[in-house]
C-alpha cells in the first residue's frame, strides 16, 4: 500500500458527500473531519481563528478568488508571507473589494497594487460581501460569513463564517463562482490602479475631515468607571489595607491603566493630601489629567516639577528630580501627605527616591511598576512588606483587551559575507550594506498603524545605534540616535518630535539601546524594531511593550525581530506566550503556528528561516538547568519574603514547579535542600526518598488516583479501593466547567488498583523496584500505609513531611485540572496531552510496567493497545525500522507493522479481530526524536483492512502488513499542521 500523490476525483466526491452527510444530516457518520462543512470562529482559548484557517488554505491552493467588502493593512500584513510564498511557486489569485462607506484605506489599496501575483478590482458601489474561494485540482474550498480581511475580523471578533468543500461540479459552488465573476466584470467594478487610488485618496481624505469635525468627545460630567483589571486590583489593595498593611505594590503591564487605578483607589479612600511621585514632568502632567477625570469636582490639583511649585493643592503631582532635593523636600512636613502614589517604583532603589520615601510618611504608600525586579539587587517587595495586591502580566492584558494589538514578524537576519550575524558580532558586520537594506525593506514590508511611522529601534550596541540612525537618514528616514550620555532634555525634545504630526521636525525612528525598556511612555509608537539578541524575557517583553500603549490613530503596533544566530532565541516564545513551561515540544509548537493561542487581535508570525534558527535554540534548551530553577526561585522569594512553598512558587513563579521534579535533584525539597541556606528541614532518608517518588512519578499530575491515594493514606492508615474510586468518579463527574467528559465507575476502579500497585512498586519491573521505598500495601481491595510511610509519619520533621506531602498533591491535583482534566474515552489519556510510553503503561492500567525498548511502535496488550509513532524518521536508523506511517488527513492514519509481520501472524490477528467494545487502541505521535520520549496523545481509532507488503532491507525485501487507521477524534488542527509540517 502506497502514499497516493492526490485522490481521484470520484474519491473526492465520495469523500465530500460523507463529510456532508455528517455535518448536516447525522453527525455519527464516518467522514473526513476537513471535508465537513463547519463554523469558524475567533476563540483563543480553544486555539481557533479564522486566519489560521485562512493561512492553511492559502498555503494548499492552486490559485484563490476573495470577494471583500472591507480590506485594511492590518489584514493583508497577516497574508503577506504567504501570498509571497505562493507568488514563488508562480500561483495567482484575485481580489474582489469596494468603495462601501469608504471605509478601505487607501494604503491598503497601495499594498494591493504591489501584489505582483494578485489581480484586484473594485466595486464602485454596496459591495458588502465576505467570501474566499480557494482552488484545487477538481474542488473547490470556500469560506463565507461575517469575516473581513482585517486583522479584528481574522482574529477577534465575534465572527461567524462558514467553511465547506465542494467538487468543481457542485451546484453551491457553481452559482458562487457565477456570482463572483458577475461582480467582477460589473460595469461598476474598475481595475485597480494608481490613478484610481488618488482620486479615491482625495474623496476618502475629504471624508475623512468632515467625519473628523463632526464627531466630538469629551470627559467633563461623564463618569470614569474602572476596567476588569482595576477592579480586581482595587479589591487587593483594599484586602491589604483590610489586614492592617499600610504599603501595596500593584505590578501591572504598561499601558494598561495604572494611575487610573491609583486614581481610582484615592477616590474610594478619600484622603485629606495625596501626593503623586513620577519621574518625568510630562508624566506627572498627563496623570494629573487623568485624576480629575475620577476625583470629585473642587479637588485642587498642582504640580511641583520643573518651573512648577504648588505645594498646598489636595492632589500634588511631582517629580522626583525636583522633590528630593533637601530645600524642596524640607518644606514638606513627613505627615503632610496621608497618602502617596511612587509610579514606576522599581526606580525606588535610587538615592533620590530613597530621600523622599524616608522623609514621608504616609498613612497608605502605593507602589506601581511593570517589573519590579530589579538588575541591582535592590529589594523592592521588601520595601512594600511583600504585600502585593496585584500582578498582571502581558498575556493577561491582552485578556482583558486593556493594550493595542502587536502583530510580530521574527524575520531571519541578514547573512554577512555568507555568515550568519551572532551575539558578538563586529561593529562592520553591524552596520553592513546588506543588513542595513534587508531593515529597510522589513520595516516599509510589515507597515505601521496611523498616518506616519513612528518607531522604536533597539540596537545591541550604541555606537551601532549611532551608526545606524545616520544610515537610515541616508536612506530618506528622519532618525536620531539616543544613549545613557543623552541628557534628560534631548530625549524629551526626541519623544516630542517622534510623537509629532508630519511636518519638518518630525522624526520617525528612535534608535537606542536599553533607555527605553521601562519608565518610558510614548503611545503613539506603532512599530518596534529589535535588532539585538534576546538574552531576557522580561526585556523582551519591555521593549515589545514600548508599542502596547493605546493611542488615538493607532490601531495595532507592529514588532519586527531580526533574528540571528543567539543562544537566547529559545526565550521569544516564552516571553510572547508567556509559557511556563519551559516544554521544548510546546515552545517548538508556539513558534510553528501559536498565533491562534494569544488573545486578541495580537499575532505572531515567523518566516521559515527564523522559524528553523528559533526553533534550534529550542532544541538545545533546558529549563530544569540549576541556573534556571535559582533564577525563577529568586524572583519567588523576592516576592513573597521568605523561603517560599511549593503552592507559592507555583502560584507566582515563572516556571512550573514540574521543573523542579524533572530536574537532576527530583523534587522541591531536593533543591532547597541543596541550595537555599534558609531552609533548615532536614528530613530522614526515607522521607525525603518518598516525597522524591511522589514528585518524580506524580507531580505532573497525569493521573489522580495515585494522588487520591496518597491523600488518604496520609490522614488514615488504610482505605478500600471502592471508596477511593467512588470519590473519584463523583469529583471528575463534578467538573462542570468544560472539563472533562466524565469516568465511569470501573474505569475508577481499574485506575485506583492499579495505582495501588505503582504504590506498592509492584507494578514496576525488578529492575526499578529499588529506587523509591513503597507508599502502600495492597491486601485485596484494601490498601494500607507501607512501613515506610508509617515511619516517615512518625519520625521528626514528620509535621513538616505531612505538610509537604499534603502540598504537592494538592498542587499536583491543579496541574491535573489544568493539563489533564478532560479524560477521553473513559480512560484517564486526554486528547492533545503528551505521554511517555511508561506513562502510557500505567494510564492503561497495564499489570505492571514494560520497557520503551519492548514496545517499540505498538504493543496489543490487555484491552487497552498502544501505538506510539514517531513520525519523521531518523535517516540514521535501520531500514527495517523506517516504517510508512503518515496522516491521510486529521481523520485517517496510514500505519504500517513492525518488520516480519504479516497480516496472519500475531499482530494482524489480534487487530483483524479488533472488537471496540472490548477493546480500545490508543494513539500515541510525536514529530521526531528531537522531542524526547514524550508523545501526544491522539485518542482512540479502528483499523481497516490489512494488507500485506515489504520493507527492502538492504535490497531484500522484508514482511509488513499495513491499514488504515480511522481516528475516534480528528487531530486537533494546530498539532496535526505541527506533525506534518517541514
Excluded at 295 to 305: I, R
Amino acid at each position: 500500500m502506497s502514499m497516493p500523490a492526490q485522490r481521484i476525483d470520484a474519491t473526492i466526491a465520495e469523500d465530500i458527500s460523507a463529510s456532508a452527510a455528517t455535518a448536516l444530516v447525522d453527525w455519527t457518520v464516518m467522514s473526513r473531519e476537513e471535508l465537513r462543512p463547519r463554523l469558524l470562529v475567533n476563540n483563543h482559548k480553544a486555539g481557533e481563528k479564522v486566519l489560521a484557517h485562512l493561512l492553511r488554505e492559502l498555503r494548499g491552493c492552486d490559485s484563490f478568488d476573495f470577494s471583500v467588502a472591507f480590506v485594511r493593512e492590518s489584514g493583508l500584513i497577516l497574508i503577506a508571507d504567504v501570498l509571497e510564498e505562493l507568488a514563488a511557486r508562480g500561483v495567482r489569485g484575485r481580489i474582489l473589494t469596494g468603495t462601501y462607506l469608504t471605509f478601505n484605506e487607501p494604503r491598503a489599496f497601495r499594498r494591493l497594487l504591489a501584489m505582483e501575483n494578485v489581480d484586484v478590482r473594485v466595486f464602485n458601489g454596496s459591495l458588502h460581501s465576505k467570501g474566499y474561494f480557494f482552488h484545487h485540482a477538481g474542488s473547490t474550498h470556500l469560506i463565507v460569513g461575517s469575516a473581513n480581511l482585517t486583522d479584528t475580523a481574522l482574529t477577534a471578533n465575534q465572527e461567524w463564517n462558514i467553511a465547506l468543500s465542494s467538487t468543481d461540479d457542485g451546484d453551491l459552488v457553481r452559482s458562487s463562482r457565477r456570482e463572483f465573476e458577475r461582480l467582477w466584470h460589473h460595469e461598476k467594478t474598475s481595475e485597480l490602479s494608481e490613478g484610481w487610488i488618488e482620486e479615491y485618496e482625495r474623496f476618502y481624505r475629504e471624508r475623512q475631515r468632515v467625519q473628523a469635525a463632526s464627531f466630538t468627545q469629551t470627559l467633563d460630567g461623564s463618569m470614569v468607571a474602572p476596567n476588569a483589571m482595576q477592579e480586581r486590583a482595587l479589591l487587593g489593595i483594599d484586602e491589604v489595607r483590610r489586614h492592617g498593611g499600610d504599603k501595596a505594590l500593584v505590578v501591572s503591564a504598561t499601558g494598561t491603566g495604572k494611575t487610573y487605578l491609583a486614581a481610582f483607589d484615592v477616590r474610594a479612600c478619600r484622603p485629606r493630601r495625596m501626593l503623586f511621585v513620577v519621574h518625568r514632568e510630562r508624566i506627572a502632567r498627563a496623570a494629573m489629567e487623568s485624576f480629575r477625570r475620577v476625583l470629585p469636582k473642587g479637588t485642587t490639583m498642582g504640580l511641583y516639577a520643573g518651573g512648577e511649585r504648588t505645594p498646598d493643592a489636595d492632589c500634588v503631582f511631582a517629580t522626583v528630580q525636583t522633590l528630593s532635593r533637601p530645600d524642596h523636600l524640607n518644606c514638606f512636613a513627613p505627615d503632610a501627605f496621608d497618602y502617596i502614589v511612587i509610579d514606576e517604583v522599581h526606580r525606588a532603589g535610587a538615592a533620590s527616591y530613597r530621600r523622599l520615601l524616608d522623609h514621608f510618611d504616609p498613612a497608605f504608600l502605593l507602589g506601581m511598576s511593570a517589573t519590579p525586579e530589579r538588575m541591582d539587587g535592590f529589594d523592592i517587595y521588601a520595601l512594600f512588606d511583600h504585600n502585593i495586591a496585584y500582578e498582571i502580566h502581558l498575556q493577561d492584558a491582552l485578556e482583558y483587551d486593556l493594550l493595542t494589538p502587536f502583530h510580530y514578524f521574527g524575520v531571519a537576519d541578514v547573512e554577512v559575507d555568507g555568515q550568519p550575524l551572532e551575539e558578538k558580532a563586529d561593529f562592520s558586520r553591524l552596520v553592513a550594506d546588506e543588513r542595513m537594506r534587508h531593515l529597510a525593506e522589513a520595516v516599509e514590508r510589515y507597515g505601521y498603524s496611523g498616518d506616519k511611522v513612528r518607531g522604536l529601534v533597539f540596537c545591541s550596541r550604541n555606537d551601532e545605534a549611532a551608526a545606524m540612525a545616520e544610515r537610515f537618514c541616508d536612506m530618506g528616514y528622519r532618525a536620531m540616535a539616543l544613549s545613557g550620555s543623552t541628557s534628560d532634555g534631548e530625549r524629551e525634545r526626541a519623544i516630542e518630535r517622534l510623537e509629532m504630526e508630519e511636518c519638518p521636525e518630525a522624526l520617525d525612528y528612535l534608535f537606542t539601546v536599553d533607555i527605553f525598556n521601562e519608565g518610558v511612555d510614548i503611545p503613539a509608537v506603532n512599530q518596534v524594531v529589535m535588532l539585538r539578541p534576546t538574552q531576557s524575557a522580561i526585556v523582551f517583553v519591555q521593549q515589545l511593550g514600548r508599542g502596547l500603549r493605546r493611542a488615538e490613530g493607532k490601531d495595532y503596533v507592529v514588532v519586527i525581530d531580526f533574528i540571528g544566530n543567539y543562544q537566547g532565541n529559545y526565550l521569544i516564545p516564552i516571553a510572547l506566550f508567556g509559557d511556563r513551561t519551559g516544554a521544548r515540544e510546546r515552545l517548538r509548537r508556539l513558534v510553528s503556528g501559536g498565533s491562534a493561542e494569544l488573545p486578541g487581535a495580537s499575532t505572531v508570525t515567523f518566516d521559515s528561516v527564523a522559524a528553523k534558527t528559533v526553533i534550534a535554540a529550542v532544541n538545545q534548551s533546558n529549563m530544569t538547568r540549576v541556573g534556571e530553577l535559582k533564577r525563577a526561585y529568586r524572583e519567588v522569594k523576592a516576592k513573597v519574603g521568605k523561603v517560599p512553598t511549593l503552592e507559592e512558587f507555583d502560584r507566582l513563579g515563572s516556571l512550573d514547579p514540574t521543573c523542579f521534579f524533572e530536574s537532576s535533584l527530583g523534587s522541591y525539597d531536593g533543591f532547597l535542600s541543596k541550595y537555599e541556606p534558609d531552609y533548615t528541614v532536614r528530613f530522614s532518608e526515607v522521607q525525603r526518598d518518598l516525597l522524591r517518588f511522589a514528585s518524580v512519578e506524580f507531580g505532573a499530575g497525569k493521573r489522580l488516583a495515585e494522588l487520591a491515594l496518597i491523600e488518604n493514606l496520609l490522614v488514615r492508615s488504610k482505605v478500600t479501593l471502592n471508596s477511593v474510586a467512588e470519590d473519584l468518579r463523583a469529583e471528575v463527574e463534578g467538573w462542570d466547567d468544560g472539563f472533562g467528559v466524565g469516568l465511569s465507575f470501573d474505569s475508577c476502579l481499574m485506575q485506583v488498583r492499579n495505582g495501588s500497585s505503582v504504590l506498592d512498586l509492584s507494578w514496576y519491573e525488578k529492575k526499578d523496584q529499588g529506587k523509591f521505598p513503597p507508599m502502600a500495601v495492597l491486601d485485596g481491595d484494601v490498601v494500607r500505609r507501607s512501613p515506610e510511610l508509617e515511619a516517615a509519619l512518625t519520625q521528626p520533621w514528620a509535621r513538616e513531611f505531612f505538610g509537604q506531602m499534603t502540598e504537592l498533591t494538592a498542587v499536583a491535583r491543579g496541574l491535573h485540572r489544568r493539563d489533564y482534566g478532560s479524560p477521553f474515552n473513559d480512560r484517564p489519556f486526554c486528547i492533545g496531552q503528551r505521554y511517555t510510553r511508561k506513562d502510557a503503561c500505567r494510564l492503561a492500567c497495564w499489570e505492571q510496567n514494560v520497557t520503551a525498548q519492548n514496545i517499540g511502535g505498538y504493543l496489543f496488550k490487555d484491552d487497552d493497545w498502544l501505538v506510539f509513532v514517531t513520525y519523521k524518521k531518523d535517516e540514521g536508523i535501520s531500514d527495517t525500522i523506517k516504517y510508512h506511517d503518515y496522516f491521510v488527513n486529521r481523520s485517517t492514519l496510514h500505519w504500517m507493522s513492525k518488520n516480519r509481520r504479516t497480516s496472519t501472524s500475531k499482530d494482524g490477528v489480534k487487530l483483524s479481530a479488533f472488537d471496540p467494545d472490548v477493546t480500545r487502541i490508543h494513539l500515541f505521535v510525536k514529530k521526531d526524536d528531537n522531542e524526547g520520549t514524550d508523545h501526544y496523545y491522539l485518542g482512540t481509532m479502528r483499523p481497516g483492512e490489512l494488507v500485506d507488503s515489504s520493507l527492502l532491507d538492504k535490497g531484500q525485501p522484508v514482511s509488513v502488513f499495513e491499514t488504515e487507521f480511522t481516528l475516534d477524534h480528528p487531530v486537533d488542527q494546530g498539532i496535526y499542521d505541527y506533525i506534518v509540517g517541514a
